[in-house]
């Protein structure tokens, strides 16, 4: 069955590399919160279309995965898919492609649609836009987090700053990554790039308001935990580079 996507370019800038030239995380996830945004946009659902309709489009979890880990000022292709909503769930797909279009990371984000008005989660989105929305999208990443709940080091609070939320107020999905790598230990951080990552967004974080984050070795990687007002605000899992 033919799919629908929407395509756009991008270069990896300066500010989004790491101590070894290569892509952040969560640049990553800013690059796929974009084109997501331009995909809706160039099918006309704008910040008029979502104000008219007193919804909004919140991430419910994601996971990202690196082939290879893309270099500073290096051109990727980025292919982006939805499916139509499923559970109150919709899950996008995105590709990122290297200049010789050989696929260097994916990205599996699953939105939820939130009514504004009566604060809730909707399982329907409640309109239908022609070319967009894909009856099935095949490809997935695990979503699923190798928790741990013994042995947890508290990494410290943070306090959610200007420069870290976004439209909302909230503490940027894309952000968590970075609030996650900076809680380990720096001698596990410099041996390795991050090549795998699972994210749940249980709670937001407003600005100015402090979360606790902890952490634990699991799996094949780390499990990492933050808490805001006493409860889990997110939880992820991740994997370095062997």
């Not at 836009?129 to 095949?138: A, H, M, Q, S």
């Amino acid at each position: 069955m033919e799919q629908y996507f929407y395509t756009e370019t991008m270069t990896v800038m300066n500010a989004d590399a790491d101590f070894r030239s290569l892509l952040k995380p969560s640049a990553l996830l800013r690059y796929v919160e974009q084109v997501s945004s331009d995909h809706a946009r160039a099918f006309g659902m704008d910040d008029r279309f979502f104000k008219d309709r007193g919804v909004a489009f919140l991430v419910g979890k994601q996971a990202l995965k690196f082939s290879r880990v893309p270099q500073r000022a290096e051109t990727l292709t980025l292919t982006s898919r939805a499916q139509v909503s499923k559970h109150g769930s919709v899950k996008r797909i995105t590709t990122l492609t290297d200049a010789e279009g050989k696929e260097v990371a994916m990205v599996d984000c699953r939105w939820i649609v939130a009514s504004l008005t009566e604060g809730r989660i909707l399982r329907e989105p409640g309109w239908t836009v022609e070319g967009f929305w894909n009856d099935t999208v095949e490809d997935e990443l695990p979503l699923l987090l190798h928790k741990c709940k013994d042995g947890l080091i508290s990494a410290g609070e943070w306090t959610v700053h200007y420069s870290q939320c976004d439209l909302n107020g909230h503490l940027n999905n894309a952000f968590y990554l970075d609030l996650v790598c900076d809680a380990l230990p720096l001698e596990i951080v410099r041996k390795a790039p991050v090549t795998f990552a699972s994210i749940n967004y249980h709670r937001e974080i407003p600005l100015g308001e402090t979360v606790e984050v902890l952490y634990a070795p699991s799996a094949d990687g780390w499990y990492v935990i933050g808490r805001h007002n006493g409860q889990t605000s997110f939880e992820c899992y991740l994997e370095l580079e062997k």
